[in-house]
């Protein structure tokens, strides 16, 4: 879970990153950064679909997680689980379908280890698998352990 969060807020990061990479390109060269009063463009072409292809490639991990979500129950050793054994069965990414086991597998660790407690797991909705809200982290503590 954390490495999809993790992965999330790279993603994020890269896209902001992108998008003023035309800019401060531009600036550098002494020049005014393109501007457009309804949209951003973009120095490159190659830029803007770069853009595209992380939008599209965010996107399509938010759709897996909610699917997979839908397929999640705790189970009777209070870890939790998904009823599904491929993203095939429930139209994801065979390759992010096995992310985001693999997330799920260390999530499990964490909660066996004592360093997570299931109900403080939350998930895309802002919630437990239980319905019950779940604060939000804050950043420092998050990337302290």
Do not use: C, W
Request: proline share 5%; aromatic share 6%; glycine share 6%.
């Amino acid at each position: 879970m954390y490495r999809g969060i993790l992965r999330k807020s790279v993603s994020v990061l890269l896209i902001v990153v992108l998008l003023l990479l035309p800019t401060t390109a531009a600036l550098a060269a002494g020049e005014a950064p393109p501007v457009s009063e309804n949209s951003l463009q973009f120095a490159f072409p190659e830029d803007r679909q770069h853009v595209e292809e992380m939008r599209a490639r965010m996107e399509a991990y938010m759709e897996a997680i909610r699917k997979i979500e839908e397929h999640m129950y705790v189970g009777r050793d209070k870890l939790l689980h998904i009823d599904v054994t491929s993203g095939v069965e429930i139209g994801v990414d065979e390759e992010i379908f096995q992310e985001l086991k693999e997330a799920l597998d260390v999530t499990n660790a964490r909660i066996t280890s004592g360093e997570l407690r299931l109900h403080t797991v939350g998930l895309s909705n802002g919630k437990n698998i239980f319905g019950e809200p779940v604060p939000l982290v804050p950043a420092n503590n998050f990337f302290l352990g």
